[in-house]
């Protein structure tokens, strides 16, 4: 995909002369990977649901088993998938500004592209958790269940992740907020904006002073905040934003 050259260009000059980046990541950023995006996450045998539904707490109390084997299917897809060149340049980047990395994918591709200190504002797939605990909850070691139980109090074991309706971490919200007020730019990369209040954080970092841009090759609810959109697909771009040499240090 052809990248306006004027763009490019006055992307580049904002990244050389901001002090603190704030990188904002959607499913967007992993779909170079292979990582279908959360809208069409559900392709093939999950094409018959909405995303929305399966992701809260009252889809799996009423169906734990088709909960579960969504979230296992997507572990599964995701630990055969590589980080794209999209994360690496934002891990790259991040040895050349100070930047504050947060991200509302479960996929822990940015750890696995070097990036250190990411922000998981929606938790992540590969950590669990007990429904209803009893506070010393165990799986026994065989436990080949589909949610695993506790031994003890017979509790569900559950993905470690925010599902809709649930509140957000709330260190990283807070850590998330806090680089919203006080970066000087804000890169949005890979999101549909659609989702809240991760999607707020583009237009605080703009009321409080900053530029905004936004990398996604198609248009989002965030492009209006945007100064700059790039319509382009973030392991495409990425790396031509970064100051010259240290795409490939
Ligand atoms: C909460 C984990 C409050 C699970 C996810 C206002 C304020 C607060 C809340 C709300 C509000 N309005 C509505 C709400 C409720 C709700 C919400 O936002 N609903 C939406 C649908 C309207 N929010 C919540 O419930 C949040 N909780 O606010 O709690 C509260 C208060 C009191 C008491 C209790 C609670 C929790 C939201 C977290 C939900 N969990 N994930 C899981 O993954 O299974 S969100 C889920 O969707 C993903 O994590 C993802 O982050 C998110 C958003 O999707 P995107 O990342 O944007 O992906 P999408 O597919 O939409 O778009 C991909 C984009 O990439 C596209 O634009 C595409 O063009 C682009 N793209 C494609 N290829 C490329 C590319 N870009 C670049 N390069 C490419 N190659």
């Known amino acids: 995909m052809l990248i306006d050259a004027a763009l490019l260009a006055d992307a580049r000059q ?8 704030l990188v904002l990541t959607g499913a967007g950023i992993s779909a170079e990977s292979g990582v279908p995006t959360f809208r069409d996450a559900l392709t093939g045998l999950w094409a ?4 929305e539904e399966l992701a809260t707490e009252e889809a799996f109390r009423r169906q734990p088993q088709l909960v579960w084997d969504w979230y296992e299917h997507r572990r599964e897809l995701v630990a055969a998938v590589q980080p794209n060149p999209g994360h690496v340049a934002v891990a790259r980047l991040a040895a050349l500004r100070q930047v504050t990395l947060v991200t509302q994918n479960v996929d822990g ?3 696995r592209a070097g ?3 990411v922000i998981e504002l ?6 669990n958790k007990w429904l209803d605990g009893c506070g010393r909850c165990e799986a026994a070691p065989d436990d080949g269940g589909r949610p695993p ?5 017979g509790a569900l074991m559950r993905p470690g992740v925010v599902w809709f309706g649930e ?4 260190v990283a919200r807070y850590r998330a907020e806090h680089a919203a007020e006080q970066c000087d730019l804000c890169l949005v990369v890979g999101t549909s904006g659609m989702v809240y209040p991760a999607a707020a954080l583009p237009g605080v970092a703009r009321d409080n002073g900053a530029g905004v841009i936004v990398i996604n090759p198609q248009p989002s609810a965030l492009d209006a905040t945007a100064d700059l959109v790039l319509q382009a697909p973030a392991g495409q771009c990425l790396p031509m934003l970064l100051p010259v040499g240290a795409a490939s240090a």
Do not use: M, W
């Not at 929606?122 to 950590?127: Q, R, W």
């Open 149 to 153: 139980r506790c031994v003890h109090c």
């Open 122 to 127: 929606h938790g992540n797939l590969f950590a």
């Open 48 to 51: 018959r649901f909405d995303p």
């Open 14 to 21: 904002r990244i050389e002369a901001a002090r603190h980046i």
């Open 109 to 111: 591709l940015h750890q």
């Open 115 to 117: 990036s250190s200190d």
């Open 167 to 170: 509140e957000l971490p709330r």
